[in-house]
């Protein structure tokens, strides 16, 4: 599966959008990009995925670079219920690699 | 919406004792899987199920068992608890869908073992 970077942590104003983004330059043509955020003691969340496409779910939109070598995670709206670490994964959907590994993600925290 | 729910949020328990945790979800995934999530550590896979009756080994499975006899229920247990077994223990659900689905977390299990 393919690498990803992040920045470490992001603050956003409350009401604002939140825009995350995640490079990914050595992806391949069958890996899709997911997003999952975990709020404190809590389970991981997942949120959107894509493959090429922009996509836009009730969470979130995942809007996807032509290239696919970047993608930015829209929060459209932040609230202080939306203070988490994001986490960006990109890896092949197929059977036998259901198994998910988070790297450090990207803090964010929702100022009021 | 999809709903992993695992038996316990806070569980202590003593070393050399049998723990069971177990863990439902309700969207009828083929997937089923048992991490433990430690700071600094990461998530870590301890077993996976692709089916009932099915069971794989993750990547720490040692000290761990699980079972899968109905498709909806997957069941870690720890046959003899010792410290090092305090963790975050969460349990996760996906489709086994080549379309790329998501997986689907419970609340996570805080096992203490003392």
């Known amino acids: 599966d393919a690498k990803t970077t992040q920045p470490t942590s992001m603050d956003c104003a409350e009401g604002r959008a939140a825009n995350l983004p995640c490079n990914h330059s050595?992806?391949?043509?069958?890996?899709?990009v997911y997003w999952y955020r975990q709020i404190h003691s809590q389970g991981p969340q997942y949120i959107i995925h894509g493959l090429k496409n922009n996509e836009t779910n009730e969470m979130a939109s995942l809007i996807i670079t032509e290239d696919r070598k970047s993608s930015t995670l829209i929060l459209p709206h932040a609230t202080l219920r939306d203070t988490a670490v994001y986490y960006c994964?990109?890896?092949?959907?197929?059977?036998?690699?259901?198994?998910?590994?988070f790297g450090t993600g990207t803090r964010l925290t929702i100022i009021p | 919406d999809v709903k992993v729910t695992q038996s316990s949020r806070y569980l202590v328990k003593r070393t050399g004792e049998k723990v069971f945790l177990e863990c439902v979800q309700d969207m009828d995934h083929e997937n089923m899987f048992w991490y433990r999530q430690d700071p600094g550590l990461g998530l870590r896979l301890i077993y996976f199920?692709?089916?009932?009756?099915?069971?794989e080994k993750g990547d720490i499975p040692e000290g761990y068992s699980v079972s899968r006899e109905k498709k909806e229920r997957f069941s870690l247990i720890l046959e003899s608890a010792s410290t090092n077994q305090t963790s975050m223990y969460l349990c996760?659900?996906?489709?086994?869908?080549?379309?790329?689905?998501?997986?689907?977390f419970g609340q996570g299990t805080r096992l203490t073992v003392v």
């Open positions: 996760a659900s996906s489709l086994d869908d080549r379309g790329g689905g998501g997986t689907f």
């Open positions: 050595t992806i391949s043509g069958n890996e899709y």
């Open positions: 994964i990109v890896r092949v959907a197929a059977l036998g690699n259901e198994k998910l590994t």
């Open positions: 199920s692709y089916d009932v009756k099915m069971k």
